[in-house]
């Protein structure tokens, strides 16, 4: 039988400590499957300092996966080193300050859904208790909230929670234009250098009353240029009213 790995987070703390000295120092960054959330790729192909495209080429696989309607981006392992992380050095994560919101909240896992209309998400936590990672057996005690805060992950979690109603929206998605709106979808949520070529280049400032400051803010800042692209994905594909048109009408 398989070994049930995720317990349910119960009592105060937890016992954990990972560092460079442990006998399973990066065994855990091998045969992932490993989902990248929009915020995970914008910190790590800015990180690697390369184009959208260019990092999605080089660095991801695009999945179908049953519980989204939506295409999901995986990190792509490196097959012909027995699958193990892109990312992986002797001396850690190469891209530690960047790595995925996934890296930094093991061993602790996240369920979380975000129903429509409410301001934050509901979330379960459990321990994800693999019997190769020897941190539990570390004296280091950490609270739930000094895991998150230490790792990093409020930033991330206040972030893809925006993109976690998109995905786990019910919504209709209409019958006309659904392979256009799954382009739509991929390009706002994955390819923020497509996305902002998309409303510059096009009439999109035309056809939708956009301030002139955060016109200057989409142009020079892909964090609000990404928020911006979930608002635009709400109109898009589900026709909420997070759009101010101008005409009724939307840029090809
Ligand atoms: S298996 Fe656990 S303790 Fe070992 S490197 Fe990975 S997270 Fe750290
Ligand atoms: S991104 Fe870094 S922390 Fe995450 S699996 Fe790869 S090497 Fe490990």
Redesign the pocket.
């Known amino acids: 039988m398989p070994e049930n790995i995720f317990e349910p987070f119960e009592g105060n703390t937890f016992n954990?400590?990972?560092?460079k000295g442990?006998?399973?120092?990066?065994?855990?960054?091998a045969k992932l499957r490993l989902i990248l959330t929009p915020y995970d790729i914008l910190r790590m192909k800015k990180r690697l300092g390369l184009s959208s495209d260019e990092f999605l080429e080089r660095y991801t696989e695009t999945v179908i996966e049953d519980h989204s309607r939506f295409p999901m981006v995986t990190l792509k392992m490196d097959v012909e080193k027995n699958r193990i992380c892109p990312f992986v050095t002797e001396q850690?994560c190469a891209i530690y300050e960047d790595r995925p919101g996934a890296c930094r909240l093991?061993?602790i896992g996240r369920a979380s859904t975000m129903a429509y209309g409410e301001k934050d998400a509901r979330e379960k936590f459990f321990i994800v208790r693999?019997q190769?990672?020897?941190?539990?057996k570390?004296e280091k005690a950490w609270t739930l909230d000094e895991w998150l805060g230490h790792e990093g992950v409020n930033e991330y979690n206040a972030i893809n929670d925006q993109w976690l109603e998109i995905i786990t929206s019910t919504k209709d998605l209409g019958e006309k234009d659904a392979t256009k709106k799954f382009q739509m979808f991929f390009m706002a949520s994955y390819n923020l250098d497509k996305f902002r070529e998309f409303i510059f280049k096009s009439k999109f400032f035309d056809l939708f009353e956009v301030k002139a400051d955060l016109k200057d803010k989409l142009a020079n800042d892909d964090v609000d240029l990404m928020k911006f692209g979930f608002e635009w994905l709400k109109f898009s594909l589900f026709g909420e009213k997070t759009m101010k048109t101008r005409f009724h009408a939307v840029p090809s």
């Open positions: 954990f400590s990972c560092h442990i006998p399973c120092f990066n065994k855990c960054c850690g093991y061993p693999e190769h990672c020897l941190g539990f570390e």
